[in-house]
T-cell receptor, first 117, second 114 residues
Framework: GNSVTQMEGPVTLSEEAFLTINCTYT??????LFWYVQYPGEGLQLLLK?????DKGSNKGFEATYRKETTSFHLEKGSVQVSDSAVYFC????????????????FGTGTQLKVEL | DSGVTQTPKHLITATGQRVTLRCSPR?????VYWYQQSLDQGLQFLIH???????AKGNILERFSAQQFPDLHSELNLSSLELGDSALYFC?????????????FGEGSRLTVL
């Protein structure tokens, strides 16, 4: 079945440091890949996504590239801020069909990021 | 604001009891998904409904059940509650018409079983 593996946290960085959170996946077919972010006390919000190989998703300074050859979707940000402190989830979506199931997200375990001044 | 509404936000109950969690999806979204988030298990997919019909089941216990009503809102029923059922339960929705893969999550219902 589908699975997502992401680096364990917590990751603690100083403000303006470079961030990488590794994510690799196992899936059949051509899944879509996502990064979701969960701020304290809130639900999950989509941060970025990529739907096919070599696509780069980007949002709010975060980027991730869909690498089919390495089955990876690593999250990066060049300069983190205290406000980026949150839990980050890598996820994949199986293929969707109108008549069947699908598009349920399989999540990694989440990586907590703490950014300090 | 994702447009997905979950009630109640917090619920404290005792072992052996039954509770119902409610979810209103985004306007027009046909699909509703339920997830359980616990410290030791992470985010686990429970069940998916599409336009009133069950489409996929994940790691949902037999003590749990769900349904989606004609107005597209959904309820997750948890019965014979155990301490280990304490978790954050999320509902998510997506449009049935556009295949973007993205799910929109509510803020969750935090269940505490004492």
């Amino acid at each position: 079945g589908n699975s997502v593996t992401q680096m364990e946290g917590p990751v603690t960085l100083s403000e303006e440091a470079f961030l990488t959170i590794n994510c690799t996946y196992t899936a059949t077919g051509y899944p879509s890949l996502f990064w979701y972010v969960q701020y304290p006390g809130e639900g999950l919000q989509l941060l970025l996504k990529a739907t096919k190989a070599d696509d780069k998703g980007s949002n709010k300074g975060f980027e991730a590239t869909y690498r089919k050859e390495t089955t990876s979707f690593h999250l990066e940000k060049g300069s983190v801020q205290v406000s980026d402190s949150a839990v980050y989830f890598c996820a994949l979506s199986d293929q969707w069909s109108e008549t069947g199931g699908g598009n349920k997200l399989t999540f990694g375990t989440g990586t907590q990021l703490k950014v300090e001044l | 604001d994702s447009g997905v509404t979950q009630t109640p936000k917090h619920l404290i109950t005792a072992t052996g009891q039954r509770v119902t969690l409610r979810c209103s999806p985004r306007s027009g979204d046909l699909s509703v998904y339920w997830y359980q988030q616990s410290l030791d298990q992470g985010l686990q997919f429970l069940i998916h409904y599409y336009n009133g019909e069950e489409r996929a089941k994940g790691n949902i216990l037999e003590r749990f059940s769900a349904q989606q009503f004609p107005d597209l809102h959904s309820e997750l029923n948890l019965s014979s509650l155990e301490l280990g059922d304490s978790a954050l339960y999320f509902c998510a929705s997506r449009s049935g018409r556009v295949n973007t893969g993205e799910l929109f999550f509510g803020e969750g219902s935090r269940l505490t079983v004492l």
